[in-house]
């Protein structure tokens, strides 16, 4: 597989006025954190493309919608992400102390992707995201 070209997030010009743009490992990570923030429906001419996470948002921070949050990115990421392969994936109450992430936010939670590039096996990367909910 080719190193594919993409562009970081959130999307910014250099001095130049040119885009960044990034490959590998860190173009993976961008695509993903574009993948889960974005609703579908957001894309115009790729309407399917996301992880339905505002659905949550006013749904009470429970066991049940952690476990459904996760359902979700991962369906999203074996729909849209086949460059990697996801080892696990934890969504937890951001009120928990998260490997030294600690929050008082009881209306929220906390992604854990843990994941695989193929092209680099032996590395097992990470991305954790902190997602605030207006719900109780």
């Known amino acids: 597989m ?10 910014t010009k250099n001095p130049l006025g040119f885009f960044y743009s990034q490959i ?7 695509d993903l954190i574009q993948l889960i ?9 790729l309407s399917q493309f ?7 948002f006013y749904e009470p921070n429970t066991e049940t919608t952690r476990n459904e949050i996760s359902i979700a990115i991962t369906d999203a990421i074996a729909t849209w992400e086949p460059r990697i392969t996801v080892k696990s994936i934890t969504v937890t109450n951001l009120s928990e102390t998260n490997g030294g992430i600690t929050s008082t936010n ?8 843990n994941y695989i590039n193929p092209e680099q096996i032996n590395i097992v990367e ?3 995201l902190a997602i605030p909910f207006e719900g109780g």
């Open 37 to 45: 923030l974005t609703n579908p429906g957001d894309r115009v001419m």
């Open 2 to 11: 080719a190193d594919l070209k993409g562009f970081p997030f959130p999307v």
């Open 106 to 113: 009881q209306n929220g939670v906390l992604v854990r992707i």
């Open 24 to 30: 590998g490992a860190k173009n993976i990570k961008s």
């Open 126 to 128: 990470n991305l954790v």
């Open 50 to 56: 996301g992880t339905p996470l505002r659905k949550f």
